[in-house]
């Protein structure tokens, strides 16, 4: 009997709650670096300025944020797709206090500006070796409770799980190695050119790793179980999530376009981040195939529309990522406001759309209750829809401009804004947009997070447990 | 197919998978003589410049700020030329950026005197009003610490003297920051 089954749910809700939290912390940040952007007199101390409250806001929404959200979906999922309780739940338990020891002691460091300055690589050698801990501990519970599965087959999200398992590994460590030179210095052990391509290889995998295989194993359990119809194709999942996991590697130098690292690994790049167009949309082609004749549940299921315009988000994100990456694309937009702007509709858009549909799906579950309020998540879904498309767009936009204004040369051939100032300035009306996408996308997380307490608390005390 | 029925095999497929253009791409080219440039060219940094480095890097000016020009007419009009293999040899970490929204400082310290840096970081938006820099006036009243400086010069390899390292003493941490952006653009020995 399935119900016999006991389930351990302790770590999943401490998670979740733990992601929502520094959400709300990196969320915040995000609002006042963006202000800062426009009202320098906002870089209040040398803890509140913008160089290192950047990596705080990036830090927080990858590692306090996405990590403990795949950390407790990933702890749900293990258990439901495999008919058993979790493997340690001791251990689980222990891996959520030390992850918030760890991300506290994080967000210090940042503040500090300790920084090893790799992008979302930041955090110095003795947290690294903490986040690897945690990693490691964390792997071992979804290995072992992947291992003693009463399931024989391993269904699709169970393999984003174990890629994410060893992907994050690889990459995170690779990155990482230094030399110390006191508890919170040390020096990249790669030099120049080879640092950097080092850095981009981890940074364009910490987006496959973390912005891409979490949420596709969520999107590959949700969309089936909350629309009630069966996904699309299993063989096209195969092929998908295998050329995903192998072409991804090869794409980090697109962020090295036209810089001194050698022509063929740029050239490699490029060629390989086109392909990754097909294994993307093969996932995307599943989520609208899954749903065919059942549109309508568009308008009748809240989840089915995160869901959906995640994947939706996801699929112009991989169109998008790839057609920056080639050359006479890059020379225009890189280094621009574009790169936000496609960065903040993979993130906003996809990323939070997708662990939302998780979260609302699974906590009523496991606390043995009903969502507190649908109307609530509507609210929450249509803010967070406007808010992203108010930034993503405006971000587009003004990266071109600029963009356009750097290549701007008269019949002479000499720059035409030659100070870089008459370039900046014209940024800050859009950048006011970009505030106000933000807020109204804050707004909505809050909606959410209100909304998640609020089910919780409505919980029946006695089934609690 | 029934590597979905085992975790540990499907395991070793996926590090397989990932481990191909890892190390084709990335980890190999750490040994392929194209991409590691002689060094011998180089001026190696002196303490109170790599002291002014891990300023910039603290205070994460690489958030805003680029150091690599492409060779594009338009970026070499308004930047110099082209960076350079040689010239990030010996940088560890790399600090190219990806984001310029202030300009490009490759080639920074070819550009203004050190009165000026001064100045500039004291108050940017006296002199450009417009400008959204923050101020680091602060880092003029910060004295620096050097109790690391033989132990970075050692760690990174370069050559110093015990005067020089005796020099940092007294130092602010704004002059090892615009000792630092004085040497942007002079990496290459003549």
Redesign the interface.
Same mark, same amino acid.
């Given at each position: 009997m399935a119900n016999e089954i006991r389930y351990e749910y302790d770590a999943v809700k401490g998670f979740a709650l733990s992601s929502l939290f520094w959400a709300i912390v990196g969320l915040l940040v995000g609002v006042l670096i963006s202000l800062q952007l426009v009202y320098p007199q906002l870089n209040l101390t040398s803890w509140l300025t913008y160089g290192r409250l950047r990596p705080v806001h990036t830090n927080a929404l990858i590692y306090g944020f996405t990590v403990p959200a795949a950390f407790s979906l990933f702890f749900y999922l293990v258990q439901r797709l495999g008919r058993v309780p979790l493997a340690y739940p001791g251990l689980a338990r222990f891996t959520l206090y030390l992850f918030n020891v760890a991300i506290v002691l994080a967000a210090l460091s940042l503040f500090a500006g300790m920084s090893q300055s790799k992008e979302y690589s930041e955090l110095e050698w003795p947290l690294d070796i903490g986040v690897v801990i945690l990693w490691v501990l964390f792997s071992i519970n979804i290995i072992a409770t992947i291992m003693k599965r009463k399931e024989e087959q391993m269904y699709v999200s169970l393999w984003y799980i174990l890629a994410t398992v060893v992907g994050v590994a690889i990459v995170y460590i690779g990155n990482n190695i230094a030399v110390p030179v006191s508890l919170f210095k040390s020096y990249s052990a790669y030099a120049g050119a080879n640092d950097a391509n080092v850095q981009w290889w981890f940074g364009h995998n910490a987006v496959a790793f973390v912005f891409t295989t979490i949420p596709l194993a969520i999107f590959y359990y949700i969309l089936p179980k909350s629309s009630g119809a069966p996904l699309y194709s299993h063989r096209l999942s195969i092929v998908g999530f295998w050329s995903l996991v192998f072409a991804y590697l090869w794409t980090g130098a697109h962020h090295l376009v036209y810089t001194p690292l050698p022509d063929w690994i740029q050239t490699v790049a490029i060629a390989f981040s086109i392909f990754l167009i097909a294994p993307s949309w093969a996932s995307v082609i599943n989520g609208y195939g899954t749903l065919k004749g059942q549109w309508e549940q568009m308008r009748s299921n809240y989840l089915v529309k995160f869901i959906i315009l995640g994947i939706t988000f996801y699929g112009l994100q991989t169109i998008q990522g790839p057609s920056q990456a080639i050359r006479a694309f890059s020379a225009l937009i890189h280094y621009t406001d574009w790169v936000p702007g496609h960065v903040h509709m993979g993130t906003m858009g996809w990323v939070t759309m997708t662990v939302s549909a998780g979260f609302y799906y699974m906590l009523p579950r496991i606390y043995n209750t009903e969502l507190y309020s649908i109307k609530l998540a509507n609210l929450h879904f249509w803010l967070v829809l406007v808010g992203q498309l108010i930034y993503s767009v405006t971000m587009w936009i003004t990266g071109i401009r600029q963009g356009a204004m750097w290549q701007a040369v008269d019949n002479d051939g000499a720059l035409v804004y030659a100070n870089f100032i008459h370039t900046l300035t014209p940024n800050y009306p859009f950048w006011n947009m970009r505030t106000l996408g933000g807020v109204i996308f804050f707004a909505g997380f809050l909606v959410f997070v209100y909304n998640i307490l609020k089910t919780i608390r409505n919980a029946p005390a006695a089934r609690q447990a | 197919?029934s590597i979905?029925?085992r975790?540990?095999t499907?395991?070793l497929l996926?590090?397989l998978?990932?481990?191909?253009?890892?190390l084709?791409?990335?980890?190999i080219?750490?040994f392929v003589g194209?991409?590691?440039?002689a060094t011998d060219k180089v001026v190696p940094y002196k303490p109170l410049e790599v002291e002014g480095r891990?300023i910039y890097?603290?205070?994460?000016?690489?958030?805003?700020h @680029?150091q &690599?020009v #492409? $060779?594009?007419?338009?970026?070499t009009? %308004?930047y110099g030329p082209?960076?350079?293999?040689e010239? @990030?040899? &010996?940088? #560890? $970490?790399?600090?190219?950026?990806?984001? %310029?929204?202030?300009?490009?400082l490759a080639r920074v310290g070819k550009k203004y005197p050190a009165a000026w840096h001064y100045l500039h970081m004291k108050s940017?938006?006296s002199m450009?009003p417009?400008?959204?820099?923050?101020?680091y006036a602060?880092l003029a009243d910060a004295k620096l610490d050097s109790r690391?400086g033989e132990?970075?010069m050692k760690?990174?390899g370069y050559p110093y003297t015990s005067e020089e390292i005796n020099a940092l003493e007294g130092k602010t941490e704004m002059d090892a920051l615009v000792a630092y952006l004085l040497r942007l653009g002079k990496e290459m020995k003549p």
């Open positions: - | 197919m979905d029925k975790p540990v499907f395991m996926a590090v998978a990932i481990m191909v253009g890892t084709l791409t990335t980890f080219p750490l194209t991409v590691v440039p891990d890097i603290r205070e994460g000016c690489n958030n805003c @680029s &690599i #492409r $060779p594009l007419p338009f970026e009009a %308004r082209p960076s350079t293999l010239e @990030s040899a &010996i940088d #560890r $970490p790399h600090l190219w950026g990806s984001r %310029r929204t202030g300009p490009d940017p938006q450009y417009q400008s959204n820099m923050p101020a602060w690391d132990k970075k760690v990174l």
